[in-house]
C-alpha cells in the first residue's frame, strides 16, 4: 500500500487570479503527475448541473437490458457498453472491466444522434448542455496550458479544439457494480484496467466516498489511490474536477505533460493488486463516475507544439520505456490515434479484423 497521490489542487476561477501564475501551476502539475485536481465552486460548471448528470446517469444504468442493449456501443465509439465489453489493459486482464458504460457523442438541437434509452429521453437537453459545459472548461484548460508552456501562439491547443467540427470529444457515463453482485471477481481483477486516456485532456467527475481511482506514481513503481475530496477541498460546494493529460497533449509536448496510466480497482483491504481505499472512502457500493475525453478536431495533426521549452525537452523516450507504450510521440491525425486504441480494447467489436 502507499501514501495518497500529492496531486495538486488549483482554483483556476477564483477573483483576482493571475493567469500566468495558474497556467504555471497547471503546467508543473501536468510534468510531475499528468494529474491535477481543478477545485469546483459552481463557477465553470454548476453544482446542480453535476448532480444532475449523475441522476441521469443513474437513470441510464438502471433501464432495463433491452433497453441498454438496443444502444449498444458501435464502432463510431457511441453507445452502450456492458459488463467486461472493454478491456483497458488486455496484455494483464484475464476478463474485461467489470463496468458498465454510455459514449455520448453529438448533439443537434439538444437531441442526441444516437440510439439512447427511453428513460433518458427528456433529459437530452441537459445532457448536452453539461458536455458543452465540459468542452469550454477544456479549453480554457488548452489555453492556460499553452500560456503556461509559452506556446506560440498561446492558443495552439485550443484552435484544434473547435467545437463546430467532428471531433472524438466524447462524454461518458460509467456504472461499475457493487462487488456484492460479482462474486465472480478474482483477487486479481479490476473494475477498470491499467490504461493512458487516448483524447488531450479528461475531465473526470466522482461522488463523495467512492473509492477506486489509481494512478501509477510518477516513479511508475507503485499505484496510488486518488482520493475524491483531497485535502482542503471537503467543504466544497462539488467534489473537485480531476483533470488528466491524455496521449494526445503528451504526443504535443514530446512527453513533457505525461500522460499517466491509471485504473480502477475493487481496492479491498490489501485486495487484489488495489492500494486500499483512501480513509472515508470504500469500495462496497455501486460506483458512478463521469468523464468527459476532449479531443482535438478528427483531421488534426499530431506535430509537436511550437514551445522552447517543448523543443527542449528530451523525455518521451523514458516515458514509454518506463510503463506507458503509448507515451512516445508519432505522427499521426487525432482520429488514426482513436481508431488504435479502440481496437485494441473493444476485443469483440473488432475480433477478425487486423489488430
Ligand atoms: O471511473 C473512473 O474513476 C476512471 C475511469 C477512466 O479512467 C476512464 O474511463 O478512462
Ligand atoms: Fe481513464
New binding site residues.
Given amino acids: 500500500m502507499s501514501g495518497i497521490a500529492a496531486i495538486p489542487v488549483i482554483d483556476i476561477s477564483a477573483e483576482g487570479t493571475d493567469e500566468a501564475q495558474i497556467a504555471k501551476e497547471l503546467v508543473d502539475a501536468a510534468v510531475e503527475y499528468g494529474f491535477v485536481y481543478v477545485k469546483n465552486t459552481g463557477r465553470d460548471i454548476s453544482v446542480e448541473q453535476v448532480e444532475n448528470a449523475f441522476n441521469v446517469s443513474r437513470a441510464l444504468f438502471s433501464s432495463p437490458l433491452e433497453d441498454k442493449q438496443r444502444c449498444k456501443i458501435e464502432k463510431n465509439n457511441r453507445g452502450w457498453s456492458g459488463m467486461h465489453t472493454e478491456t483497458l489493459d488486455p496484455k494483464t486482464q484475464r476478463v474485461g472491466d467489470f463496468k458498465e458504460g454510455f459514449n455520448f457523442g453529438d448533439f443537434v438541437n439538444g437531441k442526441a444522434t444516437q440510439p439512447i434509452p427511453r428513460s433518458i429521453e427528456p433529459h437530452q437537453a441537459e445532457i448536452a448542455a453539461f458536455g458543452e459545459a465540459c468542452h469550454t472548461l477544456c479549453r480554457r484548460l488548452m489555453l492556460l496550458f499553452g500560456i503556461g508552456l509559452s506556446a506560440d501562439p498561446p492558443d495552439f491547443f485550443t484552435k484544434a479544439h473547435s467545437p463546430d467540427e467532428p471531433s472524438g470529444s466524447t462524454l ?1 457515463f ?1 456504472y461499475y457494480p457493487p462487488p456484492s453482485a460479482t462474486p465472480e471477481a478474482k483477487d486479481s481483477d479490476v473494475r ?1 484496467g491499467a ?1 493512458s ?1 487516448y483524447g488531450s485532456v ?1 475531465l ?1 467527475f ?1 461522488l463523495k466516498g467512492q473509492a ?2 489509481e494512478i501509477l506514481t510518477p516513479d511508475n513503481k507503485t499505484w496510488a489511490p486518488v482520493p475524491v475530496c483531497p485535502p482542503g477541498t471537503e467543504n466544497d460546494p462539488s467534489p473537485p474536477i480531476l483533470v488528466n493529460i491524455g496521449d494526445l497533449l503528451s504526443y504535443w509536448t514530446n512527453g513533457l505533460l505525461r500522460s499517466t496510466v ?1 485504473r ?1 480497482t475493487f481496492g479491498g483491504p490489501g485486495g487484489a493488486n488495489g492500494a486500499g481505499p483512501t480513509t472515508g472512502e470504500s469500495t462496497a457500493d455501486p460506483r458512478y ?1 463521469i ?1 468527459y475525453f476532449c479531443h482535438p478536431v478528427a483531421t488534426t495533426r499530431l506535430t509537436a507544439v511550437p514551445s522552447e521549452r517543448v523543443e527542449k525537452f528530451q523525455g518521451s523516450l523514458d516515458d514509454a520505456e518506463a510503463g506507458n507504450p503509448y507515451a512516445e510521440r508519432k505522427v499521426l491525425t487525432a482520429d488514426e490515434h482513436l481508431q488504435m486504441r479502440l481496437q485494441a480494447t473493444y476485443l469483440q467489436l473488432y475480433s477478425g479484423e487486423g489488430k
Fill in positions: 461518458r460509467l477498470a490504461h486516456d479528461t473526470l466522482r477506486g481511482l491509471h480502477v463516475s468523464a
